[in-house]
């Protein structure tokens, strides 16, 4: 079935660590987004990518860093720099078509990181 | 900058009892408002995207409408498994390419 694979479902993250959530997708989608989601809060932009080899910081970038070496992959690191990492985290895909752009994202099933 | 704001935040419905979910927001060039579902746990699933004030759209016991200002998710004889959290999303004009701004959400319990 197609759809978007996110690994590890719970993380854990020693003080100082960094960690790697992984995101794939098999929709042969062009964009993908990073979000992060906070309890009874809505969804915030942490990085995206609308082509390989290419990625824009959202609203919330500091203390993360992605890369796009391939179109189905977008991993997101969390730093030792991000202060309050505890959140759940979503990634997401769509297509990115010329005139295409307002296409609906979908979603992965989220990634839960917590300190331990 | 983009604004959604949603409500109510909580929402508690006996199974049966129509409602409606606001979704407000002020954007410089709305490209496509869009509506999601959230299971607890689960990442947001796509149910609608509204174009241009006046449109409509609908789901089985959902429809969803739009205006200039704002959009309403209204659910007809709603059931316990409609119990979820709603999610609007907004997208600007050209400069923020394919990137949506989220609101926080209203959270919908139906009773049996």
């Known amino acids: 079935d197609g759809g978007i694979t996110q690994s590890p479902k719970y993380l854990f993250r020693k003080e100082g660590q960094n960690v790697t959530l992984s995101c794939e997708q098999n929709?042969?989608?062009?964009?993908m987004y990073w979000y992060r989601q906070d309890p009874g809060q809505g969804l915030r932009l942490i990085y995206y990518s609308q082509i390989v080899n290419d990625f824009q910081k959202g609203d919330i970038a500091e203390g993360y860093s992605v890369s796009r070496e391939k179109k189905e992959s977008f991993p997101l690191t969390v730093t030792s720099a991000q202060k309050n990492p505890t959140a759940f985290y979503l990634c997401?895909?769509?297509?990115?078509?010329?005139?295409?752009?307002?296409?609906?994202?979908?979603f992965g099933d989220g990634t839960r990181l917590s300190i331990l | 900058e983009d604004q959604v704001t949603q409500s109510p935040e909580a929402l508690r419905l006996q199974e049966g009892e129509s409602s409606s979910l606001n979704c407000s927001y002020t954007?410089?060039?709305?490209?496509?408002l869009f509506w999601y579902r959230q299971d607890p746990g689960k990442g947001p699933e796509f149910l609608f995207t509204l174009y241009s004030a006046g449109e409509e759209k609908e789901k089985e016991r959902l429809k969803a409408t739009l205006t200039k200002k704002e959009s309403f998710l209204h659910i007809t004889a709603p059931k316990p498994e409609d119990s979820a959290t709603y999610l609007c999303a907004v997208q600007e004009g050209e400069t923020s390419g394919s990137r949506l701004t989220f609101g926080e959400g209203t959270q919908l319990t139906v009773n049996p």
């Open positions: 929709l042969n989608h062009d964009a």
């Open positions: 997401a895909s769509s297509t990115n078509r010329q005139g295409s752009s307002n296409q609906p994202q979908h």
């Open positions: 954007v410089s060039g709305l490209r496509g």
